[in-house]
C-alpha cells in the first residue's frame, strides 16, 4: 500500500504557505493606495530578516514617490542583509522616476525574493526577476498571483490593451428602470448607495459622462473629497449640444475635459473645460487617450446610450449596480442600456463573477465583462 | 440601585421560552403541507402529555382531511390527558368539513393550549379561544405569532381581502430586460432556476398569464409534477385573441381555466379550457372569483401589461425575480412591468423585506408591495 502524502507538510515544505501568509499581508498594503497610483500598479512588500522576523514593510502611495521595495528595505535598513523580501509585483529594472528596485534589492544584502505577478509592463515583463537571478539570488514566483492579478487588474489591462480600465455603474429599480418616464431619476437609490459612489469615483481616475447627462442631472462628478486630486470629469460629447452653466464647468473644485469629434471650430463651447478633439467621438478613442493622460481606472456613468456604446466597443470591463427597493414601471422609462443589436440569446453578453452585497437597504450587484481579444 | 432583572429567567418563568421552542416545531410541521392546503390555512400542533414529554404531532395535510389538533390528538391517545397542545393557528369552533377542535381538545382532557395565531376567519376569530376557555382550559396566546403570520400570509391576506395572495414572478438580465427586441426570451435564467419555477408553481394554487404569454410563448405552466393536482393555469384575456393550438388548452396534465370579459359569445374559443365570464376583464375581478373557488396563492407569470395592472390594482403582495449575469440591452426590449403612472420619485412604490439568495448561477430577489387599504 502506498504511503499517503501529508498536503500540510508537503506546503510546508515548500514554504509556500509561509509566503502566501506573508503575500496577504503585502497584498493588504498594496490596497491601501488603491485608485491613487496611476499610472503606476498597486504594490506592496515586506522585508523579513535572516531569521525571518518582519523588519520592513512598504506601499506604492502614489507616481513619482517611492516604490514599495525602496520604502519596504529603507524601514529595514541593516537588517535586510541575508533576509527576504515579498513584494506583489515583479520589481522593476528599468530608470523611470525613480531608480530601478531590483538594484536596490540587491544592494541590500537579500537573499530570496518572493513575487507574485509578473510585471505586464513591455519594459519589465521578467527582466526584472532575471537581473536578480542573474546576481544570485533566490526568486519564488506565482505566489498568491491570482489575487495579485485581480488587485492590480486596471493597471495590467491598461498595459494590455493601452485603455484604462472601465466600470459602468448605475442604479435602478426592481424593474429595471434608471429614471420614470418623464425622465426623473433623483433619487432612485437610498444615501447609503450614493455615500458608495463617492469612494467609487474616488478609486477611479476619471468619471465618463455623455452630454446627454449633463443637459438632464447637471452632476458634480466628485467624490466629495474622498480623493485628492478628484478625479478628473470627462463629457464626451457627439452633438456639441451642452447648456452654457453647468455645475462640469466649473473647475475650481476638479478638472474638467470635455471631448468631442473633429470639426467643431464653429461651435461655442464652455471655457472652463480643458478641450480635446478626438479623431472620432467613440468611446474606444476617447479612452485611448485618457490612457495617454495616466488613467488606469475610469468610470462611466452615463445614460444608456453611451454605455451601450463603450459596452459594443469592449470599454467596460466590470458592471456595479445599484438595485433599489421600488417599482417605477413605465413603458418609455429609461432603462440602463440602449442598443446593443442582438436578436438570439446566444449572442447576448454574459457576465462572470456575478457578487451582491447590501449597501443600506439596496442591494449592489458586482459583475465582470468577457475579455475581448485585445486585437479585435 | 435597582437589580437588574434576568430576562432569561422572566422568560423561563413564565414558560415562554418553552412554548417557543414547541411552537417552532409546530410550525415546521405545518410548512409541511406548504401549497397543498388551500382554502385551509397551514396548521401544525404537538401534543404534550402531563409530564411535558412529547405523546404526539400533527399537521394539516389537505382540505378535507383531518385537522392538525386532530391528528395529533389521535397520535397521543390517552396519554393527552391533563396535557398540552401546542397549535399554530387557534383551534376552530365551527362545523366545516370536519368538526370543530375546539371539542376534540376539550374531550382529549387537555389542561393547556398554546397558540401562535388567532383565526382571522370570522367563523373562528376568538370564537376558539373563548370555547376552550369557558371550558376551564388555560389558553397562551401570541407565540411566535409574527412567524405563525408569515406562514400563513396566504390564507390571512385572503380571508383579510377576499382575493388570493398574490406572487409575481419574472426573470431578467442585469440590466433589467425580460426578452430580446424581437421577442425572444428564452432562456435568460439557468436550467436551476427554472427548476426552482416548478417548485415556486407547487407552492401555488393558481398560475395566471395573459393572452399575449399565450401568443408568445404557447407555455406548459405546470410543476413537472411537484405538485397534485397541478396548480389551475388561468389565462386572463382582454382581446380573446387566441391561438387555436396551444399547450395550455391540453387540460390532460392540468386544468386551465379561460377568463375574460362580458360580450364573447359570438368568439370561437378553444374548448379545452373551463371559461369564466368576469364582469370585467380585470386582475381584481379575476381574484375575486379564484378566492371564490379556494384559492389562497397565485402565482403572476405575465407580461409587462397585465403584470403592471395587477400591481395597480393591488393584486400583488410579493416579488420574485430571478436576475441572471447578462446583457440583452435593446432600447425597445421588453422589461417586466409597463406603465404604473408615475411622474414623480415620492410616487414610486416602496418595497419591504428586500431578500437575496443565489440560484445556481442566477440570483433570486424577493420583496414585498406596501399593505394597501383593503377597502379602496
Do not use: Y
Not at 301 to 312: D, F, M, Y
Amino acid at each position: 500500500m502506498a504511503r499517503r502524502a501529508n498536503p500540510a507538510a508537503e506546503l510546508m515544505q515548500a514554504g509556500s504557505h509561509r509566503w502566501t501568509l506573508w503575500m496577504r499581508r503585502a497584498l493588504q498594503l498594496a490596497a491601501l493606495a488603491e485608485g491613487q497610483t496611476s499610472p503606476n500598479p498597486l504594490v506592496g512588500a515586506v522585508v523579513l530578516d535572516a531569521q525571518g522576523a518582519l523588519v520592513g514593510e512598504g506601499f506604492h502611495a502614489k507616481a513619482g514617490q517611492a516604490h514599495a521595495e525602496v520604502g519596504a528595505l529603507a524601514q529595514a535598513g541593516g537588517r535586510a542583509k541575508g533576509g527576504t523580501i515579498i513584494v506583489t509585483l515583479e520589481p522593476c529594472c528599468h530608470q523611470g522616476r525613480t531608480p530601478p528596485c531590483s538594484e536596490a534589492v540587491i544592494q541590500a544584502g537579500i537573499q530570496r525574493v518572493v513575487v507574485a505577478l509578473k510585471d505586464p509592463d513591455p519594459r519589465v515583463a521578467g527582466g526584472g526577476i532575471q537581473r536578480l537571478r542573474d546576481a544570485g539570488l533566490e526568486v519564488i514566483t506565482g505566489v498568491l498571483e491570482t489575487e495579485a492579478a485581480h488587485q492590480n487588474r486596471a493597471f495590467v489591462h491598461r498595459v494590455q490593451t493601452g485603455r484604462p480600465w472601465g466600470l459602468l455603474k448605475w442604479a435602478m429599480s426592481l424593474d429595471g428602470r434608471t429614471a420614470l418616464p418623464n425622465g426623473e431619476s433623483q433619487w432612485i437609490s437610498a444615501p447609503p448607495a450614493r455615500g458608495w459612489v463617492h469612494q467609487l469615483r474616488a478609486g477611479c481616475d476619471a468619471v465618463i459622462v455623455g452630454g446627454g447627462t449633463v443637459r438632464a442631472d447637471n452632476p458634480l462628478l466628485t467624490s466629495r473629497g474622498a480623493r485628492s486630486p478628484e478625479p478628473m470629469r470627462v463629457v464626451l460629447s457627439r452633438s456639441l449640444d451642452l447648456p452654457p452653466q453647468a455645475q462640469l464647468w466649473d473647475t475650481s473644485l476638479a478638472s474638467t475635459l470635455l471631448a468631442h469629434g473633429p470639426g467643431c471650430a464653429d461651435r461655442p463651447l464652455p471655457e472652463g473645460p480643458e478641450h480635446l478633439e478626438l479623431l472620432a467621438s467613440e468611446p474606444l478613442d476617447l479612452l485611448h487617450a485618457l490612457a495617454a493622460r495616466g488613467c488606469n481606472r475610469v468610470l462611466w456613468e452615463c445614460g444608456p446610450s453611451l454605455a451601450a456604446e463603450a459596452v459594443k466597443q469592449g470599454c467596460v470591463q466590470e458592471l456595479a449596480v445599484v438595485i433599489a427597493p421600488k417599482l417605477l414601471g413605465g413603458q418609455s422609462a429609461r432603462t440602463p442600456l440602449g442598443e446593443l443589436g442582438f436578436s438570439a440569446m446566444d449572442q447576448v453578453i454574459p457576465l462572470s463573477a456575478l457578487s451582491a452585497e447590501w449597501l443600506g437597504g439596496d442591494l449592489l450587484l458586482g459583475a465582470l465583462t468577457p475579455v475581448l481579444d485585445p486585437t479585435v
